[in-house]
């Protein structure tokens, strides 16, 4: 089982739609938990955290169950300069060994559509 | 924002040649620093972790002899590709974690990536 796990799309949507994304995660010891956006060719770079409460952040929202193990997040009014690849990413502890980077799904591709 | 950087930002390589790629942290000390890599429609692949001062902690099937890391000082870290081949070929991509205590630690800053092509 991967550990983290996205639907890689592509998601086609309509500039001014919602759209929504999941992610699941198998480690059930992760601490934090991030979206990153990245765009083609280029370095991730952070859109949010994601916390147990759920946050907002304009027209991006975030939420985490961590009984089920999912990560979402929902872009309302999508504008065409959300079209990238929005990475579900998992800061795993690993014990004893102090390697604790981050662990990154494939990322879902979305196209935002005038 | 902390910014990172990576030096160079693209190699082309012939096959048997070792390449060396930096990562600096600019505006900011980073105790730990990360080495990932991104075959192409794939995911970023934890390499190792780099602290400053000691060993590198490498990530399971990750070859330590092929894949040199430096941590000398609280803003560089240097990821050197021995013996290159052309399966070497990916987009490296450092992040650099700030010291702990400040406002941003455990966040991960990442660099602009290395593109790196063995022939």
């Known amino acids: 089982r991967k550990e983290v796990e996205q639907d890689p799309g592509p998601f086609n949507v309509p500039e001014g739609a919602t759209v929504a994304f999941n992610c699941t995660y198998s480690?059930?010891?992760?601490?934090?938990f991030f979206w990153y956006r990245q765009d083609c060719r280029k370095e991730p770079k952070l859109l949010m955290s994601v916390y147990s409460s759920g946050n907002e952040d304009g027209r991006f929202t975030a939420q985490l169950n961590r009984a089920s193990q999912y990560i979402s997040l929902l872009i309302r009014d999508s504008k065409l300069s959300d079209s990238a690849t929005y990475l579900c990413?998992?800061?795993?502890?690993?014990?004893?060994?102090?390697?604790?980077?981050?662990?990154f799904g494939k990322g879902t591709h979305l196209i935002i559509q005038p | 924002g902390a910014v990172v950087s990576q030096h160079p930002s693209r190699v082309i390589c012939k096959s048997g040649t070792s390449v060396k790629i930096e990562c600096r942290s600019l505006?900011?000390?980073?105790?730990?620093m990360f080495w990932y890599r991104q075959f192409p429609k794939q995911s970023l692949m934890l390499m190792a972790t780099?602290?400053?001062?000691?060993?590198?902690?490498?990530e399971q099937g990750v070859e330590k002899d092929k894949f040199l890391i430096n941590h000398a000082s609280l803003t560089l870290s240097t990821l050197t590709v021995t013996s290159a081949h052309p399966e070497d070929s990916s987009f490296y991509i450092c992040?650099?974690?700030?010291?702990?205590?400040?406002?941003?630690?455990?966040?991960?800053?990442f660099g602009p990536g290395t593109r790196l092509t063995v022939l």
């Open positions: 505006d900011f000390q980073a105790t730990t």
């Open positions: 992040s650099a974690r700030a010291i702990p205590g400040g406002s941003s630690y455990n966040e991960q800053f």
């Open positions: 480690n059930s010891a992760s601490q934090s």
């Open positions: 780099s602290n400053e001062g000691s060993k590198a902690t490498y």
């Open positions: 990413v998992v800061n795993a502890m690993y014990s004893g060994g102090g390697a604790d980077g981050l662990t």
